[in-house]
């Protein structure tokens, strides 16, 4: 940009995710342009988003309570899981999209200008756009078990979804410059969210993990960004509503503090990687 | 007064690779790098030029020799291997009509879009929409899908936003074959109002008789480097004579 001592400026170099804040009101246009095309000609629309949990919700409740029997380990295992769930949704969402956003938006990227930060960071808003119905579902549900949450508990959840969404932005920009290069980034991430649901204590509980695992295990696990959230949820919505004593992972606040800091750790490494390769994407993608 | 837009010692390589995979590129590897992955191609080789504020300058040159390759270079969309650009104020560039168009998206939606993408703000977008319709002239269509629209409905919206946006500094490659021929005079009396506000504009164009009329400046290129640079009507009997 242009100022007192240098009015000129070098074309095609940016302030990176900076740029993204400045031109927010194009994030805004763009955001709602995924949103309107992915639901082009559906007479439901948005309101999917509210089916798809919903549904996801009643076949946990069922086909895991009544035929496999979780909930004998686990007390209100619906909302145990669901919570954890909808942090794993969110995450693989905004983490895959944002790989294959620089791929999708070709056209853009080689004709016009603009921050290319955009297109991945769009692409976590579309999650999260979509988290909110799962989120009103599990809220529903939770209420419906006899949820009364504290203020820390409502922060932790808060954090819990700051931190999957950065680390979704970070590692969506560092997948996401690589995929213009090497198609092969997106089937490897797709990859890993197979794996992102059993690295998380989100069809089990973080116990099972200390007894198989040693204690150095254990805290590499804990230190996973996703599963940091997937405890704070626990504990916002799954554990006010239980009666029966449970255990929950020790200082669970300091962790999620410990997982915020891996979340600017990764969306560090994501932003000087993308800025590294972002002056060949038009010209490779 | 000044120079908007500073080429220096341009270079761009482009890499003629074919094929996206990370297999190719171990296997390269494991065989101890023989041979060149991919075949390398000198789009621009040092390239120098200035473009003053307020100019017209047409950057002509048969298929293949650059032009439009420069064009990305100043636009900002590629960057140099060597060499710099430097631009003054806000650049808009018309790379392609419609890039910016989604289909789904109704005309009002990618205007309000595109004129976002070519950098005015939502209060500039609010202030130029009924004047960007208008242009147009296609009102009654702006609430359809754009993928309804004839192809020159697509570009007379898609033009209509693109100089409504008021850059300082225009770009323009081979739009000018806009619509028809009353509104291809009503782009033309566009630009030269653009011009006569004291805007910068770089028109890439084969058409060597609207450029002769249009532009101040000529530089040719051929095969990557610049081989001619003065006036338009000298720039474009340089070619013509070599044609």
């Known amino acids: ?285 | 007064m000044g120079a908007a837009v500073i080429v220096k010692g341009l270079k761009k390589t482009f890499n003629l690779r074919h094929s996206h995979s990370l297999k190719e590129t171990l296997v390269w590897l494991v065989k101890g790098r023989k041979g060149d992955l991919t075949k390398k191609f000198d789009a621009l080789h040092d390239v120098s030029f200035e473009i003053q504020d307020g100019e017209t300058v047409a950057l002509l040159g048969f298929n293949g020799s650059g032009k439009s390759t420069l064009l990305k270079l100043i636009s900002g969309v590629i960057l140099p291997d060597q060499g710099t650009v430097r631009t003054k104020g806000r650049v808009a560039g018309l790379i392609e009509v419609g890039a910016g168009f989604h289909p789904d998206l109704s005309g009002r939606e990618n205007v309000f879009l595109n004129a976002a993408i070519l950098g005015m703000t939502e209060q500039e977008i609010n202030e130029k929409f009924d004047e960007i319709v208008a242009f147009s002239e296609i009102e009654q269509f702006i609430d359809t899908e754009v993928k309804f629209y004839s192809s020159g409905m697509f570009l007379r919206l898609a033009f209509a936003v693109a100089v409504h946006t008021q850059p300082d500094i225009f770009l323009v490659d081979e739009i000018l074959a806009v619509g028809d021929e009353p509104f291809q005079r009503k782009c033309l009396a566009k630009i030269k109002q653009l011009s006569d506000e004291g805007r910068t504009l770089v028109v890439v164009s084969h058409d060597l008789d609207m450029i002769s009329r249009i532009c101040d400046r000529g530089v040719v290129l051929s095969s990557g480097t610049v081989q001619f640079e003065g006036p338009a009507d000298q720039a474009v009997a340089w070619l013509r004579e070599r044609n």
């Open chain 1, 1 to 285: 940009m242009a100022n007192s001592t240098d009015i000129y400026a070098v074309p095609g170099v940016g302030a990176g995710l900076l740029d993204v804040f400045r031109r927010r009101y194009l994030l805004k246009l763009i955001v709602r342009k995924e949103l309107r095309v992915r639901y082009r000609g559906s007479v439901l629309g948005l309101a999917w988003s509210y089916v798809k949990p919903l549904v996801q919700y009643l076949v946990l409740f069922f086909a895991l309570g009544i035929v496999l029997r979780v909930g004998d380990q686990i007390p209100n295992y619906a909302l145990y899981m669901f919570s954890g769930v909808i942090v794993v949704n969110f995450f693989t969402e905004a983490f895959s999209n944002a790989t294959r956003s620089i791929v999708w938006n070709a056209a853009l990227v080689k004709k016009i200008y603009l921050p290319r930060e955009l297109f991945p960071v769009a692409s976590v808003w579309v999650a999260a756009v979509h988290f909110l119905p799962q989120l009103v579902v599990l809220l529903a549900a939770a209420l419906f078990n006899g949820w009364r949450p504290d203020v820390m508990q409502l922060v932790g959840a808060a954090l819990g979804f700051v931190i999957v969404a950065v680390t979704a932005t970070g590692l969506g920009l560092l997948a996401g410059a690589i995929n213009v290069f090497f198609r092969d980034a997106e089937n490897i991430v797709d990859m890993l969210m197979m794996i992102v649901t059993w690295t998380s204590p989100v069809l089990y509980d973080w116990t099972m993990i200390r007894r198989l695992a040693p204690d150095w295990v254990l805290t590499i696990y804990q230190l996973n960004p996703v599963t940091v959230a997937v405890e704070l949820f626990h504990w916002a919505f799954w554990y006010p509503t239980v009666t029966k004593p449970v255990e929950l992972p020790p200082h669970l606040m300091l962790t999620g503090l410990a997982g915020l800091g891996m979340a600017a750790v990764f969306l560090i490494i994501g932003q000087l990687v993308f800025r590294r390769l972002e002056g060949h994407f038009a010209q490779e993608v």
